[in-house]
């Protein structure tokens, strides 16, 4: 397993480009499997994510082309013969589950693991399941796996409210009543911009979709999708990371490019609180960091409210903050493998329930660190380029999963990032 010797602390100045985003991908990847010609999406990032979907996908026959050199993948379904994605898929990533509602949407019925365990603490599916049972699927759970059938050709569909709203069942059951269902009406859908955009990808297929950006859809049958050539939009959350990061050191200032701003949210209005200078010039973003970092709190909350994929970084930016914040997430409420890391760099976070208090401003030391998850990860790199000596990250590949080339983007920005393989 790769690591990361990082010499800090270290300003960021210059330019990064924004990669396409990851959890935008997947959806449209699986999307794809619904035409009846191959669809070609760009802005593909090459990540470990991406490519692990790639397999899955594969393993029903599909024919993936993923031009890496420009980041465009082309998707062939016409060749897929079987509606399965076993555990050793399933199991390496979560969205591997959006197989559930592309095969049933194009072959009537799919046999899929059930994702299992997570380093964030429990994810059930259970919302998934329920969505489809209310369309009219039948589903049998054994031993460790779901399968799922059509009744029909066609189902009635009928309505299905989400509680909470997420993002993941929002996509599969979407995925599922395109081709499917003769009227779905799914309340509290997730807005998420993944979601926007995945229906947006079907709509150019061909679909009936009321509603998109809002929080209730209406979504009725057509006979037939085709492929379409689609662009992916640029990580929002990579996007977050860096304005972040760039925030962390007195002396930072860069300009993020290949951005979608309006995908931000709430964001940068917590940002700025802090003090930080922003500039949004079309799809660029400047950042110049603030002399003194404010403490500001925040509360997760779906889109467009504060992300829980930015919540690690943000108390990782807090610890540098002059006074106390707290930092809460109310999506996940056990996504704090972090902390225990970022005390060890010499932050001072203490976490009850789901909240972390974050007592700035702390002088960070370089140290050995690891973590479990994509963001915790990214968060130690954050933290280890403001730490004064070297830091060890270990566990790159979680990292490799989200970020697209992320010790060359910051290396040119002034950053000290060595991997070494192990
Ligand atoms: C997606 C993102 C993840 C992000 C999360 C929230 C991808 C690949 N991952 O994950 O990066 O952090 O959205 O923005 O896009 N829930 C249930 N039952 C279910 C499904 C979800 O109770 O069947 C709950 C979850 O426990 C959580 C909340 O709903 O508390 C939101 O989760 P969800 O939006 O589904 O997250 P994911 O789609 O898994």
Redesign the pocket.
Known sequence: MDKFIITGPTALRGEISISGSK?AA?PLMAAALLGETPSTLTLIPRLKDILTFSEVIRETGTAIDFMEQNNSMLIDPSTLSRNEAPYELVRRM??SFYMLGALLGRSGNARISLPGGCAWG???????LKGFESMGVKIDLDTGYVSAALPSETLEGGEFTLN??????TVNLILGAVKRTRRFVLKNA?R?P?VVLLCRMLVKMGADIEGIGTGTLVIRKVDKLDGVTFSNDPDRIETGTYMIAAAMHPDSEITLTGCKPEDLGEFPGWFIKTGAELEIIGSTIRVKAPEVIRPVSVKTK?YPGF???LQAQWATLMTQAEGSSTVTDS??FDRFSYVPELNRLGGKLRVKNNSVTIDGRSRLQGAAVMSTDLRASVSLVNAAMCAHGQSEILRVYHLDRGYEQLEKKLNRAGASILRVKD
């Open positions: 959890n997947l979560r969205a429990p994810r059930p599916v259970d919302l998934h909470p709203s997420s993002v993941g069942a997730a998420e993944d779906i992300p829980t994929d999506v996940y």
